[in-house]
């Protein structure tokens, strides 16, 4: 009966991807961890068939009469993901995409959402999006030498901080030469000068990877966390695959990206250093919104310059790519605001369509 459900759940899912064209989201609804039940927000997931839907109630209003009461927002996704799931059930709606990536697609999968509601534990830790999805490819490449393919997985770490790459695996005080980004139009591939890349010949150089990044990070900032909560981590992984028998080649990228956490920022409130970082953060982000909007739109200038991150994921974000945004919420009342925001945010690029992805996959001597 499992495996049927499953079944149906893929061959839905592969519906959306046709219906709904590359650019899917899904929303992840972090656990409550111990907060007591009167500091958790009014939340409910009407269809649990679909997990489609997720309704708020928003904050309590006053109406002239003094009626106390609280108006219901509804938002709907491709995916919602209630409090009690897992990394595991996660990796499982995203594995496809990760296949992507090796049929030579450029893939991008970002957490978006405000500090604290989960996105550095679906992405980077220890049984996180990142691990689990090199440990998918390395099995699957594993495999497809016995069909002839020869498979390069390579991997880097960078993080965006105000407006500046710093590669992520290499000890700060050595992090001297400036990193830029390189497009390569024809091949729609990026590269990043000055930047370490790790050839991933097996499945435990990731995890080393993760804990360098994580040791050069705490380097380089005295409070870790706030840094973390402030720049933009993107893990790229390359994949390079060539068919020995018939000479089919193909390149694809997978983008993996913890955002800066999204609460608004006032720049009231800041000075100095504080007052530069905030801008950039709200700016970035808000320039990831206007390149959606624009390839939404199907517009000539799509305005990837504006900042540094779209700059970078370029050739993943639209065109020949596949891109899927998780918006990570918070369960609690305290944080209502920020989850309406972030719903409103990820509704907007839900209801974008762009284009059909292409695969780079050709036959040597083809096109
Ligand atoms: P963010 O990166 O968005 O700031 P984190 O991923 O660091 O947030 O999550 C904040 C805290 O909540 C961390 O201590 C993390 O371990 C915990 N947490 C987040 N999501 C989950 C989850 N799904 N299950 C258990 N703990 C979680
Ligand atoms: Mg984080």
């Not at 992840?28 to 109630?57: H, N, Q, Y």
């Not at 994949?239 to 080649?249: F, H, R």
């Not at 990837?304 to 974000?317: D, G, I, V």
């Amino acid at each position: 009966k499992l495996i049927k459900e499953e079944t149906e759940r893929r061959v839905l899912f592969n519906k959306y991807q046709e219906l709904k064209g590359n650019i899917r989201v899904m929303c992840r609804v972090r656990p409550s961890l111990g907060a007591p039940e009167d500091d958790r927000a009014g939340m409910s997931f009407p269809d649990e068939k679909t997990s489609a839907e997720i309704v708020l109630a928003g904050p309590e209003e006053r109406s002239s009469l003094g009626v106390v009461s609280r108006k219901n927002y509804p938002f709907e996704f491709d995916r919602v993901f209630m409090p009690a799931s897992q990394n595991e059930e996660i990796f499982g709606e995203i594995s496809q995409l990760v296949q992507s990536a090796l049929d030579g697609y450029n893939v991008c999968i970002f957490c978006y959402g405000q500090t604290g509601s989960g996105k550095t534990h679906t992405m980077s830790s220890d049984d996180g999006m990142i691990p689990r999805a090199t440990h998918m490819i390395y099995d699957t490449i594993t495999k497809l030498k016995e069909k002839s393919w020869e498979y390069t997985m390579e991997g880097c770490f960078v993080e965006v901080y105000n407006e500046e790459l710093n590669d992520l695996l290499v000890p700060n005080e050595r992090n001297s030469k400036k990193l830029e980004v390189r497009h390569d139009e024809a091949r729609k591939q990026t590269t990043i000068t000055n930047c370490k890349s790790v050839r991933l010949s097996s499945p435990d150089v990731v995890e080393t990877m993760l804990s360098e990044a994580q040791k050069n990070r705490s380097v380089a900032a005295t409070k870790a966390n706030e840094r973390s909560s402030r720049s933009h981590s993107i893990f790229i992984l390359k994949l390079v695959g060539k068919n020995l028998a018939t000479g089919e080649q193909c390149e694809g990228t997978l983008n993996l990206v913890d955002l800066a956490g999204s609460e608004r920022l006032k720049h009231s409130q800041a000075e100095g250093d504080r007052m530069k970082e905030t801008q950039n953060i709200n700016k970035s982000l808000s320039c990831l919104g206007d390149v959606i909007e624009a390839l939404g739109r199907a517009s000539g200038h799509i305005p990837y310059r504006n900042s540094k991150l779209t700059h970078l994921l370029q050739y993943s974000l639209g065109g020949n790519s596949k891109t899927l945004m998780f918006v990570m919420v918070s369960p609690l009342e305290a944080h209502l605001k920020e989850t309406l925001t972030s719903l409103r945010f990820a509704t907007k690029v839900h209801n974008t369509h762009i284009g059909t992805a292409k695969s780079t996959k050709k036959i040597k001597g083809g096109d």
